[in-house]
């Protein structure tokens, strides 16, 4: 009887995008087809001598950015020839590409769905003109619809749009018509997160007129609100799907499913090690057939840091992390672990336990930072 393979989910970074937007801490910049070229030959190289996953299945694949759908499709599309090569895949595996409007085509999207992407991410963050421009957007809104449209045109049945509240100026109205306009549209997925003004960025640098925390609270309660008139059950923070259609790949993460990064920048969770590849493009390149002198901040995670990770990650989703599991996995009850953090929020209204399950309410989804943080012991 064969033994039943471990899930593991993979992550491809491709650090090229037309131009970096105001807000973006990302690994990414412009780069040449030259530069792309070597760059995919050092992709290649640290997927082949990477030594993890025997005895996985690769459930999820998810090429991140930048902006992939930046660069040539082909390069893509030996990237995932090579992955499909060196990794057993499962055969339903959910396979993400994260694009943007104004780098798609007919023909880049049926390159896509022929090298086996059966998901994309679309970045809208607005339906506004002059909150994209803002953002330093490289679309309108218009190149958005065109490009969704394509996309359904290539054969893809699986489309989450992005979009962004607690803007620069941006009023509970603009968000209330950015969240309609697109679920109108009805794609399967919808990421609606807020603006965070990340060190090292122009946005940084700038003085902004953001919406006060009181309107930021309101636009989130709203966004759970308005999606639910139109089918989307909201099933992580940030996250909104229709019925069956969650992401799978970013379920793994919460689960602290097994994953492999792959390119500067990316994180591996693997046999409960945990390690980040380094942000410096010319080291990647010049190290990546030696996967040891890429990765940095490796460590082997603890008891008690496997435990952390289990809370805070599972808490964020809705449906919350089973009393069971948990006990199963670290031979404790969660009570006799964090007793107290219980205690104060389920007597602040802000934590429930029902059916052996413990989650956050809908008031503590909004506090959630502050509430998570308390289970790092």
């Known amino acids: 009887m064969n033994k039943k393979r471990k899930p593991l989910e993979l992550y491809v970074h491709i650090p090229f995008c037309i131009r970096k937007c105001a807000y973006c801490d990302f690994v990414s910049g412009q780069g040449t087809e030259a530069v792309q070229r070597a760059y995919e030959a050092a992709l290649l190289s640290e997927i ?27 390069m893509l599309a030996r990237v995932m020839e090579k992955l499909r090569s060196k990794y057993v895949f499962s055969g339903n595996a959910e396979i993400t590409l994260e694009a943007n409007p104004g780098t798609l085509n007919e023909e880049k999207l049926k390159d896509y769905r022929k090298s086996g992407f059966n998901r994309i991410s679309i970045g809208c963050q607005s339906v506004h003109d002059d909150e994209l421009k803002r953002l330093g957007r490289i679309h309108t809104f218009a190149e958005f619809q065109e490009s969704f449209a394509l996309a359904r045109n290539a054969g893809f049945t699986n489309i989450n749009v992005d979009l962004m509240s607690g803007l620069p100026g941006q009023s509970e109205e603009k968000w209330e018509e950015s969240l309609r306009t697109i679920a109108e549209l009805s794609p399967e997925h ?46 992580e923070i940030s996250n909104y799907a229709k019925p069956g259609l969650a992401c799978r790949h970013n379920i793994g993460y919460w689960n602290r499913t097994e994953y492999l990064g792959f390119g500067p920048s990316a994180a591996s969770l693997f046999q409960n090690r945990r390690w980040t590849n380094t942000t410096d493009v010319s080291s990647y390149r010049k190290a990546c057939g030696a996967p040891e002198k890429i990765r940095e901040e490796e460590q082997m995670l603890s008891r008690q840091e496997r435990m952390e990770e289990f809370m805070f990650l599972g808490l964020r989703m809705t449906e919350g992390i089973s009393m069971a599991e948990f006990a199963e996995q670290f031979g404790e009850a969660i009570p006799d672990v964090y007793g107290d953090v219980l205690k104060k929020y389920e007597a602040m209204q802000l934590l429930e336990e029902r059916g052996g399950r413990l989650f956050l309410t809908r008031d503590g989804i909004s506090v959630s930072n502050v509430i998570l943080a308390d289970f790092l012991l």
């Open 48 to 74: 082949d001598a990477a030594e993890e996953a025997s005895g996985c299945e690769v459930a999820t694949v998810f090429f991140g950015g930048g902006t992939p759908s930046a660069v040539d499709a082909q």
């Open 190 to 235: 919808i990421s609606a997160y807020s603006l965070i003004v990340e060190p090292g960025t122009p946005f940084a640098e700038q003085e902004l007129d953001l919406p006060d925390e009181e309107t930021e609270r309101e636009m989130y309660a709203r966004t759970a609100e308005i999606l639910r008139e139109y089918g989307f059950w909201q099933y």
